[in-house]
């Protein structure tokens, strides 16, 4: 079973602690086993630290890291320079044993802290980035993307965004299927890009991702590979087209055919990682108009072909180190999921966005 070690320093945010507790703790096997083992884990002696308005005994200590597939460094309320004591050993042993490690909103200062992500993109909430910038220069800030994967190290922008990026990994351990249901169960759409940016000054507090909009998000999943036009999807919601866009604005930061084309190549995804399918009928089940439509959309959202794609996805597993087996993995290309591009206008019957 991939475990995931959760490390709580003092002064911990409380929703950075237990947003990949659920998360994860959410994922399960097709025979209802749990995906991961969470241990919360402290380098306090008595395993408390200050969680703000409560506090938090973490039954185990830093020896939970040389024993953990996954580290999760969530945010503190006042990022320290320094870390405590054998924090910093521990995670850099852990990194050089191939330890996957990712931070959650200003977690990002605690990862940088210990150098690894020197030379790398990172990313962290908005508000706090010009100081990691300032604080760590040898760390490339990018404020305006929801996470950056770069294999084994990952860092993820404020709140929401941490569920994104937990729901990346879980993906990229199980499959689709089941970061989908764990998706599901966090009421959390499985399609906000890495990319789309951050919501850094808005007239009126955005509404929760998957709020009013969550039955046409739904619906919009499980009929993406119809022939389905703006004007149809706004039937759907009743609404008008202008209305639409605005509501998709503000809930998930793109727009309906951008999460379109992206639900398709999720859906491709899963049926490259499942199927021996050809890939001119999963364009067709995926509801692309094309093959050609296909590949150039699939290229551009997932970095790579399709039969690129199932290659990689299939030599990970079939060497028992990919998503069925539940050990680490990379995502296979390398490259950092913060591209921010359009899936493009190749959908079946579907208008550019």
């Not at 760590?136 to 929801?146: F, I, Q, R």
Request: hydrophobic share 40%; proline share 7%; charged share 20%.
């Amino acid at each position: 079973m991939h475990t995931v070690a959760v490390l709580v320093l003092d002064g911990v945010v409380p929703f950075d602690l237990s947003a990949p507790i659920d998360a994860f703790g959410w994922a399960r096997l097709p025979d209802g086993r749990p995906a991961y083992r969470v241990r919360v884990c402290s380098p306090a002696p008595s395993g408390e630290v200050s969680a703000g308005a409560f506090t938090v005994r973490a039954p185990y200590g830093l020896e939970a890291l040389a024993e953990a597939d996954t580290i999760i460094l969530p945010g503190v309320e006042n990022p320290p320079h320094e870390l405590p004591p054998g924090v910093a050993e521990a995670l850099r042993d852990a990194a050089a044993n191939g330890t996957r490690i990712a931070s959650v909103c200003v977690g990002a200062f605690l990862f940088a802290a210990t150098g690894l992500l020197d030379g790398l993109r990172a990313t962290t909430h908005w508000v706090a980035a010009r100081e990691l910038a300032l604080r760590y220069p040898k760390v490339e800030v990018d404020p305006n993307v929801l996470y950056v994967d770069h294999g084994r190290f990952l860092t993820s922008a404020g709140a929401a965004a941490a569920l994104d990026m937990c729901l990346h990994m879980i993906r990229n351990d199980y499959g689709s299927a089941i970061a989908a249901q764990a998706a599901r169960m966090s009421v959390m759409p499985l399609e906000r890009e890495g990319g789309q940016a951050q919501f850094i000054a808005q007239d009126l507090t955005p509404a929760p991702a998957g709020a009013t909009l969550e039955p046409l998000l739904v619906w919009l999943e499980d009929n993406c590979g119809d022939d389905l036009t703006l004007d149809r999807i706004a039937e759907r919601a009743g609404m008008s087209t202008r209305t639409l866009n605005r509501r998709f604005r503000e809930q998930t930061g793109t727009t309906p055919l951008r999460w379109l084309h992206r639900a398709r190549v999720r859906r491709a995804q899963y049926l490259l990682e499942s199927t021996a399918y050809p890939v001119e009928r999963i364009a067709a089940q995926a509801g692309f108009g094309s093959p050609t439509a296909f590949r150039e959309c699939f290229r551009k959202v997932a970095g790579t072909s399709p039969q690129g794609y199932r290659r990689a996805f299939r030599s990970r597993e079939n060497a028992g180190t990919g998503a069925r087996a539940g050990t680490r993995t990379s995502t296979g290309s390398g490259t950092l999921v913060d591209s921010g591009t359009s899936a493009g206008a190749g959908a079946s019957g579907a208008a550019g966005p």
